[in-house]
């Protein structure tokens, strides 16, 4: 089922890769409009505000800035490329995608980071790194595709150098502790978010944290950013139905279009309340 799922994977970014980088740019993730979502802010802008948000959050700074740096999941190299030249950091990125790497290293070349940075097609459950060889592991909306979140996050820690940081950013869904368990309506929405976008499960950021906790990490810090990030939604429907995007639509093939007919399965699952944007920070012993 993993092999499958991860073939599903890299065939969907394969596909749909060249169109989303001309409408959103070279970061493939949420936007911050702000702690209530209200700031008006460009999408490409509250990108990198995000970036530099959660850095903040994660109290990453100057004086303790990472110089090995791994992007676990990375697309078209956004964040690798953005953080290995902000701290002038070696970098390496991860995707299952041939065409993203492709991308993202003619990226690093157009940028004139090639030699800090290197990107890789390789298995985030079973990463091709020694032990101890980061100190920080960078995780932007790419432990939803995961499908052991306890193995994607102990490999994690094993990559991490001893006093490391890993930074995830992730898709949950709501909190059951309190509300109760998901309704059958919700399971139902969930089930077709993960068919759209090739996810396996997602889980609430309670669990996240517990099995982080689990496994041995420290300081850990978690928060929700749903609503800080949600209003990214709307503008991503507005920004992919003009003529450019149309027209990639139709080049990239039925699964992209498919996704795209599908973005207000996420619109509305923030809307409800069911999906909810979960960051945790921890450090390794």
């Given at each position: 089922?993993?092999?499958?799922?991860?073939?599903?994977?890299?065939?969907?970014?394969?596909?749909?890769?060249?169109?989303?980088?001309?409408?959103?740019?070279?970061?493939?993730h949420h936007g911050y409009y702000?702690?209530?979502?209200?700031?008006?802010?460009?999408?490409?802008?509250?990108?990198?505000?995000?970036?530099?948000?959660?850095?903040?959050?994660?109290?990453?700074?100057?004086?303790?800035?990472?110089?090995?740096?791994?992007?676990?999941?990375?697309?078209?190299?956004?964040?690798?490329?953005?953080?290995?030249?902000?701290?002038?950091?070696?970098?390496?990125?991860?995707?299952?995608?041939?065409?993203?790497?492709?991308?993202?290293?003619?990226?690093?070349?157009?940028?004139?980071?090639?030699?800090?940075?290197?990107?890789?097609?390789?298995?985030?459950?079973?990463?091709?790194f020694a032990d101890n060889s980061?100190?920080?592991?960078?995780?932007?909306?790419?432990?939803?595709?995961?499908?052991?979140?306890?193995?994607?996050?102990?490999?994690?820690?094993?990559?991490?150098?001893?006093?490391?940081?890993?930074?995830?950013?992730?898709?949950?869904?709501?909190?059951?502790?309190?509300?109760?368990?998901?309704?059958?309506?919700?399971?139902?929405?969930?089930?077709?978010?993960?068919?759209?976008?090739?996810?396996?499960?997602?889980?609430?950021?309670?669990?996240?944290?517990?099995?982080a906790q689990s496994i041995g990490?420290?300081?850990?810090?978690?928060?929700?950013?749903?609503?800080?990030?949600?209003?990214?939604?709307?503008?991503?429907?507005?920004?992919?139905?003009?003529?450019?995007?149309?027209?990639?639509?139709?080049?990239?093939?039925?699964?992209?279009?498919?996704?795209?007919?599908?973005?207000?399965?996420?619109?509305?699952?923030?809307?409800?309340?069911?999906?909810?944007?979960?960051?945790?920070?921890?450090?390794?012993?």
């Open positions: 089922m993993s092999e499958q799922l991860y073939q599903q994977i890299g065939e969907f970014y394969d596909a749909s890769s060249e169109l989303w980088e001309k409408i959103w740019g070279e970061h493939m702000g702690r209530g979502g209200t700031y008006k802010v460009e999408r490409r802008q509250a990108q990198i505000d995000l970036i530099e948000e959660l850095l903040f959050w994660a109290e990453v700074t100057s004086q303790n800035a990472p110089q090995n740096i791994l992007d676990v999941g990375c697309g078209i190299g956004g964040s690798t490329l953005y953080l290995a030249n902000k701290y002038a950091a070696k970098a390496t990125g991860i995707t299952l995608s041939p065409v993203q790497r492709s991308r993202a290293q003619a990226r690093a070349i157009t940028a004139g980071l090639e030699k800090q940075v290197e990107f890789q097609v390789a298995n985030a459950l079973a990463m091709p980061f100190d920080l592991v960078w995780s932007l909306e790419s432990g939803e595709h995961m499908p052991d979140k306890a193995q994607f996050l102990q490999e994690c820690y094993r990559v991490l150098q001893p006093g490391g940081k890993l930074i995830l950013a992730t898709w949950c869904h709501r909190e059951t502790s309190v509300a109760g368990e998901l309704t059958p309506d919700e399971v139902k929405h969930l089930k077709e978010i993960y068919r759209v976008y090739c996810l396996p499960y997602v889980i609430s950021l309670s669990e996240y944290k517990a099995i990490f420290e300081n850990l810090k978690s928060d929700d950013w749903s609503m800080r990030v949600a209003p990214f939604w709307d503008t991503v429907i507005d920004s992919a139905f003009n003529l450019e995007a149309i027209t990639g639509l139709v080049k990239a093939g039925w699964q992209t279009i498919q996704s795209a007919l599908s973005l207000s399965l996420m619109s509305r699952g923030y809307s409800r309340g069911l999906i909810r944007y979960g960051l945790i920070v921890g450090t390794k012993k």
